[in-house]
């Protein structure tokens, strides 16, 4: 199976090395499906050691016929959003009262899975992750 990778997938720079405490941050990454099988998934936003997500906001251009989208990180895959209806252009935000809050003892990641169907080619997926240092 393969993993794919956002834009800003890799990116170490968090840009918040000297943020004041409690200013809220965003980090912006977009992808577009090009062959993404189901059940395939995309890394987006890297998330740094140390933050507290208070949001996560997923858009895309367009969808497929029974297609979803679950929005997690690299343990809980639906942590922020389960099962986003992404059958024609979509937007979905944080849904699951357990990623409210959620503090991350080490650098990973904001992932998205597709289910239900493969998503079309060019689809373009925008994920926008608000948190706090």
Not at 8 to 14: G, H, W
Not at 89 to 103: D, E, K, P, Q, Y
């Amino acid at each position: 199976m393969t993993v794919w990778k956002s834009d800003l997938a890799y990116s170490k720079d968090y840009g918040d090395g000297n943020v004041p405490k409690g200013m809220v941050l965003a980090s912006k990454a977009v992808f577009t499906t090009a062959s993404v099988l189901q059940n395939e998934t995309v890394l987006l936003n890297p998330i740094p050691e140390g933050a507290t997500v208070l949001d996560v906001i997923i858009q895309g251009s367009a969808g497929t016929a029974s297609l979803s989208v679950d929005v997690g990180d690299g343990t809980t895959v639906d942590k922020f959003i389960d099962g986003a209806t992404a059958t024609a252009a979509f937007m979905a935000r944080l849904s699951n009262a357990g990623g409210v809050g959620v503090t991350y003892d080490a650098d990973g990641h904001i992932v998205a899975k597709f289910l239900g169907a493969a998503p079309d080619d060019d689809i373009v997926i925008t994920c926008t992750v608000l948190y706090t240092m």
